[in-house]
């Protein structure tokens, strides 16, 4: 299959993600009108986990920078929050070659010398060729960058190497190679542990969140709790009570362990808050955070939800794909 099919292919993924995203929230609103939810949410029958509806576009903890270099990586990886909506509009492949054609005057320019600026492209082109789904070219460009910061930066620990092994962490850690994730973000976590010390600091709390990531795909839950309530600690005393996207996405992922591990009601309460800070953060815009939290919520109505979608013309057709995420 040629690049311009793949391309049309990732497009009409995304497309298809965004459709399927309003089609949740509106169901669910209505949902919402005619059940008392209280009285039915998080009953002991939901769907195992999901990647298409555990908050596909969340980057958490990235507002904050960790260098002066690392300043523009962070804006990469806030504006990558929003990625499926560029994808719908067409935009990606046009940021890949603005990039791309960036990266080669960078290198003209500094005479294919490292440099700085080339090492901030290099990192953009890694985290828009990883939201769009392209994990090896996101792992070849995430491991040039970390060749080249090495060489700026010799054998010092530094934030920019932290934020680049995160970033490998994070490319292993989507292609379901967790043991070489884990490496990358146990080096990335004891390489800002080193530079910041006991301060909080948005890095550690990214890279605390990642590894109960991977702790909760091995089945680890108890030490999947640990890291995010440890990522989720710094995030507050960070950001205080103001509502973030990085709090919002570890409130998520410390219901989907609670509901895991049995505690329903625990799992409800953190569901409930990351709901609240989602629609505080995204107004009245349907977006696939909202879906995620809302279907997490919903799981145990799954007949009922489905039934009332096809009810209000809201899927064309209840398919064996989506009958079996609610368990029917």
């Known amino acids: 299959m040629d690049m311009a099919t793949l391309n049309v292919a990732k497009l009409d993924r995304h497309q298809r993600w965004r459709s399927a995203c309003a089609q949740i929230l509106r169901a669910t609103r209505k949902a919402e009108e005619l059940l008392l939810l209280q009285d039915f949410l998080l009953v002991e029958v939901c769907p195992e986990e999901s990647d298409v509806f555990t908050h596909p576009t969340a980057q958490p903890h990235t507002a904050e920078t960790w260098s002066k270099t690392e300043e523009t990586r962070a804006q990469t990886d806030a504006d990558a929050s929003n990625l499926p909506e560029n994808i719908a509009a067409g935009e990606t492949e046009k940021q890949m070659q603005t990039l791309e054609h960036q990266l080669l005057e960078l290198q003209s320019t500094h ?54 092994l995160l970033g490998l962490g994070q490319v292993s850690l989507q292609a379901g190679d967790l043991q070489q994730a884990k490496q990358h973000f146990d080096e990335s976590l004891r390489m800002a542990r080193s530079l910041h010390g006991d301060r909080d600091h948005p890095g550690i709390a990214a890279t605390l969140h990642a590894l109960g990531q991977v702790s909760q795909q091995a089945g680890d839950l108890q030490q999947a709790k640990q890291h995010f309530v440890e ?35 625990q799992a409800k309460q953190y569901f409930d808050e990351s709901l609240r800070m989602e629609r505080s ?31 209000h013309g809201l899927f064309p057709l209840a398919t064996g794909a989506t009958l079996r995420l609610f368990e029917l």
């Open 111 to 164: 005479k294919d010398q490292d440099h700085p600026e080339i090492a901030t492209i290099l990192h953009e082109l890694g985290q828009v060729s990883q939201q769009a789904g392209d994990l090896q070219q996101a792992e070849q460009h995430f491991g040039e960058l970390l060749t080249m910061d090495r060489s700026l930066h010799g054998d010092r620990d530094h934030p920019d190497i932290a934020a680049t």
């Open 231 to 265: 990522s989720l600690r710094k995030a507050r005393s960070l950001h205080g009570d103001r509502d973030h996207p990085g709090i919002a996405a570890t409130l998520h992922a410390l219901g989907q362990v609670s509901r895991q591990a049995g505690d329903l009601q």
């Open 281 to 311: 953060l995204h107004g009245d815009r349907d977006h696939p955070d909202i879906a995620a939290t809302l279907l997490k919520l919903l799981c145990p109505l799954g007949g009922f939800v489905v039934a009332l979608m096809i009810w």
